[in-house]
């Protein structure tokens, strides 16, 4: 969950430890949660720049414009200060394995946004080769899949084919990345806006919030797989008898540690640091 403030011509995103869960706001915090969505975006800002630029303009508080100082013990390590953009009003999603929304329509009609997949295949199996599976934006509730003719017919051909080719391709660098250190990348969200003419990305990038991270040693297909995100609130969440509407229940304080271990893990292992230290390689 992030909060967004209007700062000049300039964005500040901060990150906090709120979660959610069904679009059901948690009233449990989990605590180093904003750090890690925070610090994993600059990361992979950072990693991806040569294949798109990104809003970011610094998540160094002493950068920050001086109406902030007064906030900058609240702000530091969990927010961003970026440039404006005229954003796409889609997700671009990238997936390399059948789960979540995927794998519930491919039940249902064989098919992933209008893409026709091989028959028989299971929960998590990895798809023959990564799809682009577009979605819209909604205001409130679930966003809507969507295939990427319709995608066109809403933002015309020309951006849908750039948004699929950096979607796509940003997907790929990540993969060979993270597989490398442990942890397969399911399947992520981007988000596009377009700056000066061109297109960037924004919002945050490859985060347990936006991706779906399973770790490697473990992974078995054919039914959910453990995983480094907030997974393992919802798969509790589904043990209660709530009927996923406001108010949300209060977790257990194990739920809540175990899911901060698993954010703090999945930093460490992508970054090769922990999270105690990021501020001193905070991008510029």
Known sequence: MRDVYAVDDKL??????????????????????????????????????????????????????????????????????????????????????????????YRETGEVCGIRLPVGLRESDRLPEPIFTPATKAESGHDINISESEMANRIGDEATRELRELTLAMYSRAVDYAGARGIIIADTKFEFGVRNGKVILVDEALTPDSSRFWPEASYQPGGPQQSFDKQYVRDYLETLDWDKQPPGPTLPEAVVTRTSEKYLEAYRLLTGHSIADWGSRIAP
């Not at 430890?17 to 059901?24: C, K, L, T, W, Y």
């Not at 990693?47 to 702000?75: C, I, M, R």
């Not at 530091?76 to 794998?103: H, K, N, T």
């Open 12 to 105: 500040l995103i901060v990150a906090t430890d709120r979660i959610s869960a069904f679009d059901v706001i948690l009233p449990s915090a989990i605590p180093s949660k904003g750090a890690v969505l925070t610090a994993l975006s600059l990361f992979w800002f950072t990693f991806l720049e040569d294949t798109v630029s990104n809003h970011l303009v610094t998540a160094d508080v002493k950068q920050y414009p001086p109406l902030l100082s007064d906030y900058a013990g609240q702000l530091e390590g969990r927010s961003m200060l970026v440039s404006r953009a005229d954003v796409f009003p889609i997700e671009c999603v990238a997936r390399g394995y059948l789960a979540g929304s995927g794998w519930k329509e």
